[in-house]
């Protein structure tokens, strides 16, 4: 199954596509030109050592400034002392779950996705053929959790929904597993790699 899923998966990578934004489902919202967006990169970490496979998710603590309590990947904004935006999403997972860097077998990204509040993510897809010791750093992570592969590579289990913001409404992709409500950028960046792992 491991073969066959990490051949699937470079199969979808190979799928042109063009970047994705929080602003896709607001074809009404305008983004002003020359906007400045800082790199940053996070980790699709598909995990296939287990009986089934699995994406490694975290939920963001509620102590946070940006984002408290949402899921999200583990990753974050590119420092200078990374060569690129691989090896700041391998550093963040590191540091905000323990992963170890050369764990991770990175096979491919994913067009970068632009974020409401200023960042041009780029997703780093990358296999995990062994387990290892999730260790959530307290400042950041309340908790580290994984969503079966299946659940989240099928489009119809994608909802549109939305909420007052910034005074318009604005719509967004969710994908629920559970108690987890994933949404905003982390689900669109997810529907992304489901759109092209169908085709």
């Known amino acids: 199954m491991a073969t066959d899923i990490v051949a699937r998966l470079r199969r979808a990578l190979e799928h042109e596509g063009e970047s994705s934004s929080d602003f896709d489902l607001n074809p009404g919202t305008v983004l002003p030109e020359g906007r400045k967006l800082r790199s940053a990169g996070v980790l699709i970490a598909v995990s296939v ?30 420092e200078e002392s990374d060569a690129n935006v691989t090896a700041a999403a391998l550093r963040e997972a590191s540091e905000e779950v323990g992963l170890p860097v050369d764990v991770p077998r990175v096979i491919g990204h994913m067009p970068a996705h632009e974020t409401v509040t200023g960042f041009m993510v780029t997703p780093v897809v990358a296999v995990l053929e062994e387990p290892f010791e999730a260790v959530a750093e307290p400042g950041e992570v309340e908790e580290v959790f994984s969503v079966p592969f299946e659940h989240l590579m099928t489009p119809a289990n994608y909802l549109v929904e939305s909420r007052r913001w910034r005074g318009s409404r604005r719509h967004y992709y969710t994908v629920p597993y559970g108690p987890y409500y994933i949404w905003g950028a982390t689900a669109r960046m997810l529907r992304a790699l489901a759109a092209r792992f169908e085709q």
């Open 49 to 78: 050592f287990g009986d089934r496979p699995e994406i490694l998710l975290t939920k963001r603590s509620s102590v946070l400034k940006h984002h408290p309590g949402q899921i999200a990947f583990p990753g974050g904004k590119q």
